[in-house]
């Protein structure tokens, strides 16, 4: 499955990798611009979900971690700028700040759980976007409390549109970069076994923590992004609720894979805000869905889709290789 | 200040009702059950719908009751056993249940909060300054009876013993040949009992609404990882002083931030002790 | 390579195929002009929401047999309704986007979250009518696109004050806040302002966060200062909790608000014992159609009530008189689908035929500074009858009460 970066198969690999997220970006932005009310929000959501996911995908579908705080920090871009901006700072620096600050934040958040494991981590980022929101909430003077507040306009619409077009396509090509590297396969190799990866040397809780404050500034710049658009944030948007149909979205597309932020975010916005089967039903549904999926196709979509091709010609020759002989080679 | 450590009181016996649930099951199956806070809410709506219905109070909680633990165990059977070899995916299913549970009272009951009506609403207790409702009471009488009850449950009958075996140590207790399904089943019908007293106890006072539980649900998981994740009297113990700083914090800092102050504690917990305050047996938690 | 490029497709058309659902297209009938209202249908605002859908239906049927005519031809009207599920930030303002961009409609009726709807009032303006929202300091400061159809706070907080001193004797008051709740929180700016003019002093005043369902710290401080009376800041839904906790704390004091309280939600969100917890409640807000003089808003009352089996609250009467405004503003423009010129007009109408609400003109015109506004009225609950009945009607004129009529016998 893996190709060697440094082959000329490598490179036609990348090259067509870079040709088809282009298209990908192109097809955003001809959508974003000629799509109207109802689905354009769906377009709009889907596309600044699958940014903010991307940084999600790190820590949750390679390195196995299910973080319900991602949400905090998709809302942290987007308070932190309208906050700048309402100070008067231009638009650039407050998406530069916002962005920065949010990642900070992310660093506390990754220094204070990257050593705690499973349980005990989904519940501490599940309690700390709990009392994000509570924070969104309750100091009204700053965030203008449980209704919201309006945001300035930095950036023109049309310039908002370009720049989460083009955000799309280089979020993914930043994944697809980082996936490959080393730190792609030292989260892997967290994934598959913590305790052999930090036996042959692994520093997992140094490697957990840059994957948490990288994935913050996905979810940042996400967020700025998406105050832009909408003009108006509320905590009723980064709710934990939010924060966990995330982790469904990244479940359902395939854990680890490029596509997995921008299929699950599709069938999630989808879900909630297409299919009109009245309050809850939807939200069923993806219950249902997550759960089976998680039972019955571990790998997701995309990684049942990939099964489902492979099972015709079984002697394919890129068949992955078992994890725990990586451990030895990703460590040095 | 005597009126601010009765609050806390109440509070730390609704934490401990609802951690005791929650432990119980982590105990047996490894399960962080987000999805409790579903039973809760569910159980409050059976009790709402019944009394609406013209049945006496009594009758109203007790089909709450026994709904939780219906709830419960249905989540059990229906998700929770399949994942009992993938302890990784158990976060994603409690969540997964939690949406669904949570989403059906939703569709059934609407998103307004519904009054619960007891034959104690207007009592009202006075000892001197401190005043207590009679609801809250209440709730103190019930959560000690029910703890109590388990207590008996778990100390003096040989399901209660099996029980303490598996949480002590799987393996072990299914070669000595306890049925483990029969176990899982038990511990979920127990949580969600004791859910159900959570959710008659409690939601008189506050508003029965689909989402009545989620703070309660997490302070709960904060006292079960004071108490250390499967130990029953540390959830007891963390729940009391949990309930207190809670209390305290709302009553003299800020009413608005009163679930910050244990997440406050939480993550205290986790920087001095990444595993939890107390480790009550050798499985290591992952 | 070839199975990345195919996944990269596959996305592709799952994005134009989720953005290709649902329907869309608008009708090509000419004689029926198109309006939007964004209303709380579902969520905490609801109590608002449903019963402002019901008499805008009442309004629309009402309007079509009254009949109106822009640039010389008859019309007939249609509302889009659009459910902001008492979140405007996140829902509202995409059903903004949706009737003013997707359906291009000039004028939007609305109900709370004026503040979210500014940014994209900028991006593309429109007409956008407010039938609740009485907030202070008032909403119609955020955006020049604002009007209201009701009076705002000012207008009726005063009376409260007016009523306390001279029929319940009342020297001193507590203030229990909603935090975090705009509506609450003006409630209470304007009672630090208008109890003292009354020589009412304000005993003590307290706080609990919006959403949170344990009130007892706010109870116990508000009650320790031993007020004649407790005021309760907020809308319908947040304050009815906090008045049953504050009756379970054992206060059997007056209670006074200006949340519009009706006898349905009353027992709704109280109970069993609503009508023992109400007793002594006192609301200060619009006038109701059915303890108004007015013969008209009385028998829409009767309509109302007939129709729907409810109570009809003071708002419904101002979304029933909402399709005629709109009416008189496009006949009076010349245009059914000109936003601009349609809020040109609206400054100019006089008090349409075929409203009900009682509207009180300024200078022979609706709308003052974009404010329409109707009497003040307080009402107080009637124990032997289970229901609410008028105590005193009045007007306000910069903060004082003008035009006082105090009822005898209130609840016999």
């Keep these: 499955m893996r190709v060697p970066a440094w082959t000329a198969a490598g490179w036609t690999r990348h090259a067509a990798t870079a040709a088809g997220l282009t298209a990908l970006s192109v097809v955003a932005y001809l959508l974003l611009k000629g799509v109207q009310g109802d689905r354009g929000q769906v377009v709009l959501l889907v596309v600044v979900w699958a940014i903010a996911l991307t940084g999600l995908n790190l820590i949750t579908g390679l390195g196995g971690y299910p973080s319900l705080a991602h949400v905090s920090f998709f809302g942290g871009g987007a308070y932190l700028s309208a906050y700048l901006l309402g100070k008067g700072l231009p638009m650039a620096l407050c998406a530069l700040l916002a962005v920065g600050g949010t990642m900070l934040a992310g660093l506390v958040v990754a220094l204070v759980f990257s050593r705690t494991r499973g349980q005990y981590f989904a519940i501490g980022t599940m309690f ?84 948490m404050v990288v994935s913050s500034a996905f979810g940042a710049w996400a967020g700025v992004l998406f105050a832009q658009y909408n003009g ?51 939200q069923i549904v993806l219950g249902v869905l997550f759960i089976l999926v998680t039972l019955l196709v571990p790998n997701g979509i995309l990684g049942g889709i990939t099964a489902l091709r492979r099972r015709p010609r079984p002697t394919a020759p890129d068949v992955p290789a078992p994890a725990p002989a990586r451990a030895k080679e990703v460590a040095s | 200040m005597i009126q601010v450590l009765v609050n806390g009181v109440f ?128 709730l103190i009488v019930l959560a000690v009876l029910s703890l109590v009850a388990l207590h008996l449950l778990l100390s003096r009958t040989s399901l209660g013993r099996a029980m303490r075996a598996v949480a002590q140590d799987r393996e072990a207790a299914a070669m000595l040949g306890i049925p483990m399904r029969r176990q899982y089943s038990l511990a979920f019908l ?97 | 390579m070839r199975s990345r490029t195919a996944a990269a497709l596959t996305a592709s058309a799952v994005l134009i195929s989720t953005a290709a659902c649902g329907s869309g297209g608008g009708s090509g009938d000419d004689t029926t002009v198109k309006i939007g209202a964004i209303l709380s249908m579902s969520g905490i605002y609801s109590t608002l929401g449903a ?58 009726a609305y109900g709370l979250g004026s503040d979210t709807y500014v940014p994209q009032l900028k991006r593309k303006p429109v007409a956008m009518l407010n039938l609740i929202d009485s907030v202070y300091p008032s909403i119609l400061r955020l955006s020049p696109h604002f009007w209201r159809v009701r009076g705002d706070s000012p207008t009726y907080v005063p009376g ?52 949170s369902t344990d009130y007892s710290n706010a109870i116990r401080t508000a009650v320790a200062a031993k007020p004649d009376a407790v005021y309760l800041s907020s809308v319908t839904a947040v304050i009815l909790p906090v008045l049953k906790q504050l009756r379970q704390s054992g206060y059997t004091g007056p209670v006074i608000h200006s949340a519009g309280i009706n006898p349905n939600q009353a027992k709704d969100i109280l109970g069993a014992q609503f009508n023992s917890i109400m007793k002594d409640n006192y609301d200060c807000a619009g006038t109701l159609p059915t303890t108004s003089d007015n013969p008209a808003a009385k028998s ?8 729907y089996n409810e109570y009809p609250q003071d ?33 100019e109408i006089p008090i349409p035929s075929g409203t009900v609400s009682g509207w009180i003109a300024g200078d022979g015109k609706l709308f003052t500074e974009r404010m329409a506004r109707t009497a003040s009225e307080v009402t107080t609950w009637c124990s032997n009858k289970q229901t609410l009945a008028s105590a005193m009607t009045f007007d306000v004129n910069n903060g004082t009460v003008v035009q006082p009529n105090l009822k005898k016998d209130v609840c016999s």
């Design chain 2, 11 to 138: 509070l730390g016996c609704l934490f401990a009702v609802v951690a005791v649930g929650l432990t119980l099951v982590y105990g047996v199956m490894e399960v962080p059950n987000f999805a409790h806070a579903g039973v809760i809410v569910l159980a409050a709506y059976t009790t709402w719908s019944v009394s609406h219905a013209g049945a006496p109070f009594a009758v109203a909680a007790l089909a709450g009751i026994a709904c939780g633990g219906l709830v419960s165990v249905l989540t059990e059977v229906l998700a929770y056993r399949w994942i009992i070899t993938r302890p990784a995916a158990a976060p994603a299913v409690a969540l997964g249940l939690l949406l669904i549970l949570q989403n059906v009272a939703l569709r059934l009951y609407g998103g307004e909060g519904r009054s619960l009506d007891t034959p104690y609403d207007t009592v009202l207790l006075k000892a001197g300054s401190v005043s207590l409702p009679g609801v809250k009471a209440a």
């Design chain 3, 51 to 108: 019963p402002q859908k019901k008499a805008l239906q009442m309004g629309v049927e009402d309007l079509s047999k009254q009949g109106f005519t822009v640039a010389g031809k008859k019309r007939t009207m249609a509302i889009s309704y659009a459910d902001d599920k008492s979140d405007a930030a996140t829902t509202g303002v995409t059903q903004l986007r949706e009737l003013v961009q997707a359906k291009k409609l000039p004028v939007i």
């Design chain 3, 160 to 211: 409260c004050f007016y009523y306390a001193k001279r029929q319940l004797g009342i020297k001193s008051v507590s203030v229990i806040t909603a935090k975090g709740e705009g509506y609450g929180e003006g409630l209470t700016q304007l009672v630090n302002k208008f109890a003292p003019a009354e020589g009412i002093k304000v005993a003590a005043s307290t706080q609990f966060p919006v959403g």
């Design chain 3, 300 to 307: 829409f009352a009767a309509a109302y009530q007939a129709r």
């Design chain 1, 128 to 211: 700390f976007t709990a009392v994000t929101n509570l924070v969104l909430t309750n100091a009204a003077d700053v965030t203008g409390g449980p209704n919201g507040r309006p945001v300035d306009l930095g950036f023109s619409l049309d310039t908002t549109l370009v720049l989460l077009a083009a955000s799309l396509g280089l979020s993914l090509g930043a994944f697809y970069a980082l996936s490959r590297s080393r730190f792609g396969d030292r989260l892997r190799a967290i994934r598959e076994d913590e305790d052999l990866a930090q036996h042959v040397g692994v520093p997992t809780a140094r490697v957990m923590l840059i994957a």
């Design chain 2, 190 to 286: 127990i949580a969600g009992l004791l859910g159900g007293v959570a959710a008659v106890a409690y939601g008189p006072t506050f508003q029965v609404s689909p989402y009545m539980a989620d703070d309660v649900l997490l302070s709960a998981f904060v006292v079960v990882v004071l108490g250390g994740l499967g130990s029953v009297w540390g959830a007891v113990a963390g729940g009391l002083v949990l309930g207190v700083v809670e209390g305290l914090g709302a009553a003299y800092v800020s009413a608005a931030y009163q679930s910050a102050f244990g997440f406050l504690i939480l993550v205290l917990i986790l920087v001095l002790r990444p595993g939890g305050l107390r480790s009550t047996n050798a499985r290591r938690v992952a």
């Design chain 3, 315 to 347: 708002l419904t009467m101002w979304a029933h008189d909402f399709p005629f405004i709109v009416a008189a503003a496009m006949a009076k423009a010349g245009t059914t689908t000109d936003s601009a010129k349609i809020e040109k007009a609206l400054a």
């Design chain 1, 232 to 282: 108006v944030i509320a905590p009723s948007q980064f709710t934990f609720v939010q924060g966990f149909l995330m982790l469904v979205a990244i479940g359902l597309g395939g854990g680890g894979r490029l596509l997995a932020p921008l299929v699950g975010s599709a069938v999630v916005i989808g879900f909630t805000q297409l299919i009109k089967l009245g309050p809850g039903v939807s």
